[in-house]
């Protein structure tokens, strides 16, 4: 277990299948790929999870009979939350990684307004022009690295007035690592862009940002209490627990240093001009 929980590190979907597979075998359900959001004192994951969904749903119109895309939807848990919830007209999700698409068609179940794709967020061949009323890219933006030509497709796909919003990890200041770790980090798919960067390239589409929020320490807060998450009764074998407390330890602590010394967790909410 040890073995493959660290193997998380080697690449992008060996991270996304790990995670999949730890949701489920802890929890018995798939929870959604994306950090937690601090709202009450003693909340599960999974309920820190759904804070962060439904904020970001809060600073967009009505999503209600309206057609939603998600750019990079992971296991398709947020769009399915979204579809069952908030009764959109039709719910689109699309991600790169074969086994998160496939994983989503299969917890669907069968809803015909709700569709899943594999595909590029830099291409987005699947989606007609002016087709989307409202899109969302929750945690996805930071593994692209055509950045600028995700935001032309966004504009693309996005009908006139059509609302975005973007959920990013953003680093603080432009500055080379070493080498080592920048190879590292092209293994994993980071390309975090600094906040001027975003301006800049957004500049350059008929894209206009109106709302601006910064959510970092509420992310941070939002792992408060994480060592709750994992409980003994979810394991048959005590080494297991530990392993996984050990990797949830170490996750956590990554995360939270990083937010606190070279990333911040930026939303950006606009319509098309």
């Not at 359900?29 to 962060?52: A, I």
């Not at 933006?141 to 996005?158: D, G, I, N």
């Not at 995360?255 to 930026?266: A, D, E």
């Amino acid at each position: 277990m040890l073995k493959k929980l660290f193997e998380t590190g080697e690449s992008t979907n060996n991270y996304y299948q790990s995670i999949n597979n730890t949701y489920v075998n802890v929890f018995n359900k798939y929870l959604m790929l994306h950090y937690p959001f601090f709202m009450e004192e003693d909340e599960s994951l999974e309920k820190r999870q759904l804070n962060l969904t439904n904020h970001c749903l809060s600073k967009v119109e009505s999503i209600q009979d309206k057609t939603v895309l998600e750019v990079g939807c992971g296991n398709g848990t947020q769009c399915i939350y979204m579809y069952n919830n908030f009764l959109p007209g039709k719910t689109i999700g699309v991600d790169i990684n074969q086994n998160n698409i496939e994983l989503a068609k299969h917890l669907k179940n069968g809803h015909e307004k709700l569709e899943f794709h594999v595909d590029d967020a830099q291409k987005l061949d699947n989606i007609p022009d002016n087709s989307i009323d409202i899109l969302f890219c929750i945690e996805s933006a930071f593994h692209y690295p055509h950045k600028q030509s995700f935001f032309e497709q966004v504009e693309r796909v996005l009908k006139p007035s059509g609302e975005f919003l973007i959920a990013d990890i953003l680093s603080k200041t432009h500055k080379k690592r070493i080498p080592l770790l920048e190879k590292w980090k092209r293994k994993m798919s980071f390309y975090h862009w600094t906040e001027h960067q975003y301006a800049i390239s957004l500049q350059q589409t008929d894209l206009s940002v109106i709302h601006r929020e910064n959510i970092t320490p509420q992310v941070i807060e939002g792992y408060k209490d994480s060592r709750n998450w994992i409980q003994r009764r979810q394991f048959n074998s005590y080494f297991k627990y530990l392993m996984l407390k050990l990797f949830v330890f170490i996750q956590v602590k990554i995360n939270v240093i990083l937010l606190n010394n070279r990333r911040k967790y930026i939303i950006f909410y606009g319509v098309k001009n």
